[in-house]
């Protein structure tokens, strides 16, 4: 835990913090009760985050601020008087706040404050600007907070570093940039990240109501009109991180309780083996990443792909375990297993309209055939959801290459041959040879989970 220093020469208040941070929090602490105690302790160990008095007994004009400063520390202050010239201050300081010595609640709101600031060291910030100008304030001010903070000059370069970035919660975008401007911007990345797991704010000098309500409508989650003060600029972060962290929590548990759930009952009435609703979850991911899809995109349809067999739960045992090929009839009550999948999943997810439709698609859709002769709707083509073009290449490929209940695994050449044969008759053509160009990768998972086939081998998803 990070080390924090706390400089008020107030006997009462120093127990209250003392009481707080034992009890609320992990913090590593000192109290220093004047300039030349606090002036020691900077000088012998490396502070984090620092609480200042203005006016202390030995240094009543604010010299404690430089002080910590000059040793890269800029801390919260807690201050009896508050006027203009105050203010005015704050906003060119290294300061992270200020508040006032004027009921306990506040001694409350800078213990949160620091217990906020620790947790700003795993939130990372995309900031896209042509302005270095600009783009250094903002990164300044933000490291004030702890913040990792990435940049990028334009936009095309913005959605480059989101991609390479998934961890990124909050990004502060320019309007006027070359290459690519911020409503393009805005509307490429929205395609990608939804509003619950990443915010934008949009950075604009524009005052009319025109500008600002095209990229609320493009996806932006708020607006800054330049210029702007600190206090506004530190509020309108915090709210929007806050409310990407609430999503999170909620729909992150809620989801994976859900998900995790129907898969343990999938594996529970299936015959094969428990590792095949893993394996698939993993080769999907990686078919995702190699199709292009950004990092988030990618772990979501290797989670939900794990659900596509979910049907096979309405499927009677004498049809599913059933040790040889089915009859006529057989096979045409095994193919109800995609609606009956579509229909179990459709109540599943409405938290998440996006998590929702994808799972579904999955489940309906991963027997479906590139030239239309599949089922449940003889879908052609691209009219088939690529996430379930993607299960159902890794879903044939896990098959063959496994011990089923009716059929012995296949040889790695014989399968390969066999998909590659299907290609533009099964399978989407382009999936295929990324398919086949990364097989290594695939051929992983199965050592992952503990297969005999294989050794592991070097493999590199980009």
């Not at 012998?44 to 009543?60: C, G, H, I, S, T």
């Not at 700003?120 to 100008?133: G, Y």
């Not at 304030?137 to 913040?147: G, P, T």
């Not at 409508?217 to 309108?236: H, M, V």
């Amino acid at each position: 835990m990070s080390k924090l220093l706390i400089i008020e020469d107030s006997k009462m208040l120093c127990k209250i913090f003392t009481e707080l941070l034992t009890k609320y929090t992990d913090f590593d602490f000192d109290i220093a009760e004047t300039y030349a105690q606090a002036k020691s302790f900077v000088s012998k160990e490396r502070y984090q985050f620092a609480v200042a008095d203005m006016n202390l007994p030995d240094a009543k004009s604010g010299e404690v601020i430089p002080l910590l400063n000059k040793h890269n520390i800029a801390p919260i202050v807690f201050t009896g008087i508050f006027d203009e010239d105050f203010r005015e201050g704050f906003e060119t300081s290294h300061i992270v706040d200020y508040v006032l010595k004027e009921r306990y609640e506040n001694i409350l709101y800078v213990v949160e404050k620091l217990k906020q600031l620790e947790l700003n060291k795993t939130k990372t910030i995309l900031i896209v600007d042509d302005s270095t100008l600009y783009t250094n304030f903002l990164k300044q001010n933000l490291l004030l907070h702890h913040f990792k903070v990435i940049t990028a000059s334009n936009g095309k370069e913005g959605l480059e570093k989101l991609e390479a970035h998934p961890e990124v919660e909050l990004v502060i975008t320019d309007y006027h940039m070359p290459i690519m401007d911020g409503l393009e911007f805005v509307r490429k990345a929205r395609k990608k990240r939804n509003k619950k797991s990443l915010s934008i704010i949009t950075l604009t000098s524009d005052t009319n109501s025109y500008t600002t309500s095209r990229f609320l409508k493009e996806g932006a989650n708020d607006y800054i009109t330049k210029p702007f003060s600190r206090d506004e600029f530190y509020s309108r972060i915090y709210q929007n991180i806050e409310s990407v962290a609430m999503f999170e929590d909620m729909q992150s548990n809620f989801d994976d309780d859900i998900i995790n759930l129907l898969s343990d009952i999938t594996e529970f009435r299936s015959a094969e083996t428990g590792s095949h609703v893993k394996r698939m979850g993993e080769y999907s991911y990686i078919l995702s990443k190699l199709s292009g899809m950004f990092e988030e995109e990618a772990r979501l349809i290797g989670k939900l792909a794990i659900l596509h067999d979910i049907g096979k739960v309405t499927i009677p045992d004498t049809i599913l375990c059933k040790p040889g090929k089915l009859d006529a009839d057989e096979f045409e009550a095994m193919k109800e297993h995609a609606n009956a999948g579509a229909a179990l999943l459709d109540k599943a997810f409405l938290s998440d309209e996006n998590v929702g439709k994808i799972a579904k698609e999955i489940a309906l859709h991963h027997h479906e055939r590139w030239d239309g002769t599949g089922y449940p709707h003889g879908l052609k083509g691209e009219e088939i959801p690529i996430h379930a073009r993607i299960v159902a290449i890794v879903d044939v490929f896990d098959a063959l290459i496994n011990k089923r209940v009716y059929k012995d695994p296949w040889e790695l050449d014989e399968i390969l041959q066999f998909i590659e044969s299907k290609s533009g008759v099964y399978f989407d053509p382009r999936l295929i040879k990324l398919f086949l160009k990364n097989i290594d990768c695939f051929v992983n998972v199965l050592h992952k989970f503990g297969s005999d086939y294989t050794e592991a081998k070097y493999c590199k998803i980009v």
